[in-house]
């Protein structure tokens, strides 16, 4: 995990400017902790459909929450000039009076936080193979787009052997880059990244 600090100025809007720092650096994360006061603040109460809306001089107690680049879920507690504390679900039009320094825990910045993209998946196999026949079962299962490479002559067996490395089928490549073949592709599965191929 990594760290960031956010200092935000008068008339500033938290949660818009907390989500406008996620989207321009490209973050998800979650809050550790701020140090500040609001002029204005608006939060949704439990149970309630309406928001509640302060003015004065607030001092924020707590935000605790998370940001992503399309979504800022935050709750914020907060005292009045009579130390009385209010709370609920942050929401726009709360204005920094005078300052606010946050600190936040980044988990996943640039691009690692991108689903990841495939922009083609290739699958050498044997004819009659066993394991072949069931990896193109898994593909076709779970709809994953795929180009099937029939390895029908010695000359595609060098080529696909050149490429990944391997003498066992089925291979299979994303991006070019081989990936493994039956056991890999199964491992895959298991764990759900398989499921991010799809378009």
Known sequence: ????T????????LLQSISSEAEKRRISGFLLGIVGNLSHASFRCPGRTTNTVL???????TLNGTFALDEVHLHLSLSDGACQVWGGHLETGSLVLKSADLLLGVLIQGEANQKPSLTRMEIAVLPGCPWCASALRILHAHNIPHEVITVDNDHIFQKCKNRSGMSTFPQVFVDGQAIGGHDE??????SGKLFEFMQ
Do not use: C, F, N, V
Request: no cysteine.
């Open 55 to 61: 003015e004065g001089e607030l001092e924020i107690i």
């Open 185 to 190: 592709l199964e491992k895959l599965k298991s």
């Open 1 to 4: 995990m990594d760290t960031l």
């Open 6 to 13: 956010l200092h935000l100025e008068p008339g500033q809007d």
